[in-house]
T-cell receptor, first 112, second 115 residues
Framework: RKEVEQDPGPFNVPEGATVAFNCTYS??????FFWYRQDCRKEPKLLMS???SGNEDGRFTAQLNRASQYISLLIRDSKLSDSATYLC?????????????FGQGTILTVHP | DADVTQTPRNRITKTGKRIMLECSQT?????MYWYRQDPGLGLRLIYY???????NKGEISDGYSVSRQAQAKFSLSLESAIPNQTALYFC??????????????FGPGTRLTVL
């Protein structure tokens, strides 16, 4: 089983739609979680950290379910500029501090 | 100016050649990382360094070596390049604080093609 698994998509949605991505992780002791965004042929950039209580940043909402080892990202009112690959990232406890494990990414295309 | 820079940005080379990819950062971070990205495989860690005297192998270090010349500089070398090392290479930095959210910041990447 992969340490971090995501549905690769692609997700094709119209502007204004709400879309949700899911991610599961295998190490139950994992301690920190992130969503990164990567545009085509560009570097990954931090979109948001995922807090235990869930958190929201504008149109983006991240949730963590430790019992199910599951992370989600919800994007409301999708924009064309949201088209990108979204990477689920986990810092597994038990490895050297500061190492991150990346999922393969979920591709999102928002169309007019 | 970018906080994390990589040189070169693109490189085409031949099998057997020695290649060095360089990374510099102005973020003042102790930790630096080298990843490669291949289609369908995501980002994989090659080497990482938590300070100038600390170098560690990642999950795919075979065929690669690194040098941490200073806090701000971390180089990746391919001693004898082979075609399956064709990939997009990213350098990243991270802070050393023991806070919960130890995010990493990436350079723009180096696209390497080995013929």
């Amino acid at each position: 089983r992969k340490e971090v698994e995501q549905d690769p998509g692609p997700f094709n949605v119209p502007e204004g739609a709400t879309v949700a991505f899911n991610c599961t992780y295998s190490n139950s002791a994992s301690q920190s979680f992130f969503w990164y965004r990567q545009d085509c042929r560009k570097e990954p950039k931090l979109l948001m950290s995922v807090y235990s209580s869930g958190n929201e940043d504008g149109r983006f909402t991240a949730q963590l379910n430790r019992a199910s080892q599951y992370i989600s990202l919800l994007i409301r009112d999708s924009k064309l500029s949201d088209s990108a690959t979204y990477l689920c990232v986990v810092n597994p406890r038990g490895t050297s501090y500061g190492k991150l494990t990346f999922g393969q990414g979920t591709i999102l295309t928002v169309h007019p | 100016d970018a906080d994390v820079t990589q040189t070169p940005r693109n490189r085409i080379t031949k099998t057997g050649k020695r290649i060095m990819l360089e990374c510099s950062q102005t973020k003042g971070h102790d930790r630096m990382y080298w990843y490669r990205q291949d289609p369908g495989l995501g980002l994989r860690l090659i080497y990482y360094s938590f300070d100038v005297k600390d170098i560690n192998k990642g999950e795919i270090s075979d065929g690669y070596s690194v040098s941490r010349q200073a806090q701000a500089k971390f180089s990746l070398s391919l001693e004898s390049a082979i075609p399956n090392q064709t990939a997009l290479y990213f350098c990243a930095t991270g802070g050393s604080g023991r806070g919960e959210f130890n995010e990493q910041f990436f350079g723009p990447g180096t696209r390497l093609t080995v013929l």
